[in-house]
């Protein structure tokens, strides 16, 4: 049985002076709560202003206060009520043409009603913004959080009022050479609030966070495991899972957790195939809490990777979180349903979200339609691997993103770096990731895209002193655009480590629509040919379990400054950014169907 998350001891380490923020909750889809989503009112702060102005005249000037002027001489000069609206969640890059490579600080604000509910708590909750903010509420501040993907929360019980309440928000994504990612990286720095906001009500006790797995040795009994917010022993929680004629009530210990075993009989395992979820609900006094559970296992043997005991070949796509037709970073059902149709018409039971955490409704929209998920968090490229300060940051990443989806089914493989040059501090770095992961979750099976380093004489042999701190091999080779696609037959593979491999990445540009010979860069023909001869190679490495092509649609990039061609795309994908197919598409769909049949 794996260890419940929460983040719990993160917060209190990494942001000890705010009382406020509380681990994240759970399954916050499903709780009873008030959305903040909608129009914010928004100032742009190259230089910091809205902190210099406060340090000259704190009574009045800070941003945060929200300040109005009291008489008729009184300077004070901004004013949220006049800035310009933008609709959060969402982007600014994309909402606003004056920002689209702006880099740095916006101030958001939104003002709304509240009627405080006796005996309850409020809780705002927000699901990610990009990179650093800083929160207040009514003037007050709540804390400050650090990265750009993962949720946090506060509580505010004390904060808020009845009638009209401001929150406002300081974000930055400045890139500095400290942070998870770091400076350089290769998609589009979507600055904003990009996720959900909400205030969460709750009991005075409840439920933070729980999570349920099927036992791997005896696939008739489930662990569970459910935190409540406050260390009670002797609380009474009712788990029942009426299909399964599941209904039993348990207590809390000294600590607030309640854990035990459920015993259960015909259980339909999801898979790929048959993504079955059952109905699980969580009750604490009147208050109940629902969602919807697959139970599944997920091992290695050798180099087999074992979905329910049985062998399982991944046929997989890489994708960024960014929404169709150039509209910015993505956040909702319909997003994500678009892009797993795509998903599932290259013929995939599994998807690389890179290189970060995808929100919550693509992971469980994947869930739904029988799509496994590599989830992965942004330790991308060189990172600041000796600053304290960077693994702090990263392993509260990991946790946060283990504590959020630790009960899909459909997530079986935590990611913990992409491409990271080597060297020891890189292994110090990463080998405490992998432990923190395991030691958080042991169900799940922990990786990272390595690369291969030595390739002489077409002979291409992956050592990575990572190997022992992973359960699935998996490396990024780009045989066709980094290096001569005639090198492809050649090549000979060797990855001496008794574990199934992933490709995680390989592909190459192409502009859709462009056409000409094979060997001319960015034709789909060039796009066409590396990937057939990619496919050609990969069937010849052995243990191969997954593959993972670079990657689902063109997407932004900063890198990309090709005029005519790039214009700030990533031309890699198999899809146009508008949907369009490229005749890459229909070369690895044929070898995904090739692949579903023999492996049947
Ligand atoms: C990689 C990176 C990915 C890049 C890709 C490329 O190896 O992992 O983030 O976008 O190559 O297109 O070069």
Redesign the pocket.
Known sequence: MKRIITALTFSALFSASFAQEIPQLGNVLNREKTSLNGAWNYIVDVQEEGYYDYRMNPTSWGFFLNAKPQRPEDLIEYDFDKAPQMTIPSDWNTKDEKLFFYEGTVWFKKSFNYTKKQGKRAILYFGAVNYESYVYLNGKKLGRHEGGFTAFNYDVTDFIKDGENFVIVKVDNKRKAQNVPTQIF??WNYGGITRDVYIIETDEVFVENYNFDLNKANKNQIFFSVNLNKKTAGKNVEISIPELKIKQTFSSDRNGVISGVLNVKNLTLWSDENPKLYGVEIKLGTAVLKDEIGFRTIETEGKKLLLNGKPIFLRGICLHEEKPNGGGRANSVEDAKQLLSWVKELGCNFVRL??YPHNEYMVREAERQGILVWSEIPVYWTIAWENPGTLLNAKRQLSDMIARDQNRANVIIWSIA??TPHGQARETFLSQLSEYAKSLDSTRLISM?MEVTSAANYHNKLQDNMNKYVDVISF?Q?IGWYRDVNDAPKMTWEIPYNKPVIIS?FGGGAKYGYHGEKNQRWTEEFQENLYKENVAMLDKIDGLAGTTP?ILKDFR?PRRVLNGIQDYY?M?GLFSDKGEKKKSFYIMKDWYEKKKQDWR
């Open positions: 290769d998609w890179a290189h992409n491409e895209a990024n780009y990445e670079w990039s990533n890699k």
